[in-house]
């Protein structure tokens, strides 16, 4: 089968080398020239494990290519894929689909034969809808039907989500639009991956349904852990207590910082405002967005606690800005908001990351980048881990306090009381116990 996927941002390309790795031919479009010119050379702009093997395997195998020219992608293909961007629109929270129609239009005048126009973007319900008519509108000749498709990637684990998905979500309204996305699909049809086939709407607010409440589970354990901290209770036995019950299940749970990146953010916002739109709003959400700034707030405060009230002149190490690990994504990382406030307390702060340096090198304006984590915490006060990279798992704690720190702030749960007493730390502190 021939595919278009249009955007190559993270979820187009890794969509558009998975399906190529299916075996179908695939075209990965973008309008950006640097970025085609880049990806036809070999390489992958983001960092994701496994991709640019993939990617090479695939080109070599002559079934995925990138090119600039959307009309010619389009001409060829039996299904075409919007994945482009649907950031935050500045000022009201609601999803910005200028992209989203940009592409629809431009699909629309290079259709030719019959073509499934598949949204993966995610985008507010009744997009779908909306992109259908503007096709229609625009080429009332042509022969297309649209589709839902969501995506459920995992940053870090993306290659791993799309091939071994809990379930693929598709919103169709013809039987034919169906076949077709059950072709697409149809690796993990024989392996047995359930395929969720609703209509449009669902398919949409399953997505957003789905993250918002993922968020929500995470904000709830946040919130717990806080009233842990004041009670005396240790938040990783209570998740541990209430994930072992199936009904509740035991991942993401984890108490931490609070939730970034570039989907639980933006789709909660973006849920909110579909529910005051439709005149019914999603207060649950709407308290988690607010929560979990309060959370990202809390951790600056439970930092200068920790250095007996005060940043200033302090100088302190920072593990990890990136907003999870395996990841370069710095999009509404934790450390965002909790770094700066370090800086503007006074602190001299070092920053180490594998790999957030080339994006937070200009988003963290005021620090210094190290090497490595024992580069960060020579000579500081403090040390604090700001994301679960596995090299932060293992350090060598005693080489760190002998460098100097005294105070260990791990805000991922990785360490805890009792190992940092014994490898020389003064102070400890975690999210939650
Ligand atoms: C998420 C969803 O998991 C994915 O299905 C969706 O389509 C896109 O958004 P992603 O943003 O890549 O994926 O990361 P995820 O691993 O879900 O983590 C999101 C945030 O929650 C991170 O900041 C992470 O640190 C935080 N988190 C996650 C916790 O604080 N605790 C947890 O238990 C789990």
């Not at 449009?200 to 789905?210: P, Q, R, V």
């Amino acid at each position: 089968m021939r595919i278009a996927m249009i955007g190559t941002g993270y979820v187009g390309l890794v969509s558009g080398v998975c399906f190529s790795d299916f075996g179908h031919e695939v075209v990965c479009v973008d309008r950006d020239p640097s970025k085609i010119d880049a990806l036809t050379a070999g390489r992958v702009p983001i960092f994701e494990p496994g991709l640019e093997d993939l990617m090479r395997r695939n080109v070599e195998a002559g079934r995925l290519s990138f090119s600039g020219d959307l009309a010619a992608a389009v001409a060829g293909a039996e299904a075409v894929f919007i994945a482009v961007g649907t950031p935050t629109r500045r000022g009201d929270g609601h999803a910005d689909l200028t992209y989203v129609m940009g592409a629809a239009a431009e699909i629309a005048a290079a259709l030719t034969g019959h073509t499934v126009v598949v949204v993966k973007s995610t985008v507010p319900v009744g997009t779908n809808r909306q992109v259908a008519e503007a096709i229609r509108t625009a080429r009332p000749d042509a022969d297309f039907d649209i589709a839902s498709n969501p995506e459920f990637l995992r940053e870090g684990a993306a290659i791993d989500d799309f091939m071994r998905p809990d379930r693929v979500v598709v919103g169709v309204e013809s039987d034919r639009a169906a076949e077709v996305m059950a072709e697409v699909y149809r690796p993990l049809f024989l392996r047995e991956f359930p395929i969720v086939t609703t209509s449009l709407e669902s398919a949409e607010m399953i997505k957003y349904a789905a993250n918002a409440f993922l968020a929500t589970k995470i904000t709830f354990i946040n919130e717990i852990a806080a009233l842990c901290e004041a009670t005396g209770a240790d938040v990783k036995s209570v998740a541990k207590g209430m994930g072992l019950d199936n009904r509740i299940g035991r991942t993401f749970l984890h108490a931490g910082p609070g939730f970034g990146g570039s989907c639980f953010p933006k789709d909660t916002r973006a849920l909110a405002r579909i529910g005051q739109e439709h005149g019914t709003p999603m207060r649950i959400t709407e308290t988690v967005i607010e929560v979990n700034e309060a959370m990202k707030r809390r951790m600056i405060e439970k930092l200068r606690e920790l250095l007996d009230g005060s940043f200033n002149g302090r100088t302190i190490a920072v593990l990890g800005v990136t907003f999870k690990p395996n990841t370069d994504d710095m999009r509404e990382a934790p450390s965002l908001t909790i770094v700066p406030a370090l800086v503007g307390g006074g602190a001299r702060v070092r920053v180490t990351d594998p790999q957030g340096r080339r994006e937070g090198e200009a988003l963290l304006p005021g620090v210094t980048w190290a090497e490595d984590a024992y580069a960060a915490a020579d000579g500081a006060d403090a040390v604090v881990i700001l994301t679960e990279w596995n090299e932060f798992r293992a350090l060598d704690l005693k080489r760190i306090t002998r460098s100097g720190p005294r105070v260990l702030a791990d805000l991922r749960n990785i360490y805890d009381a009792e190992t940092a007493a014994e490898a020389g730390f003064a102070a400890y502190a975690g999210v939650g116990r």
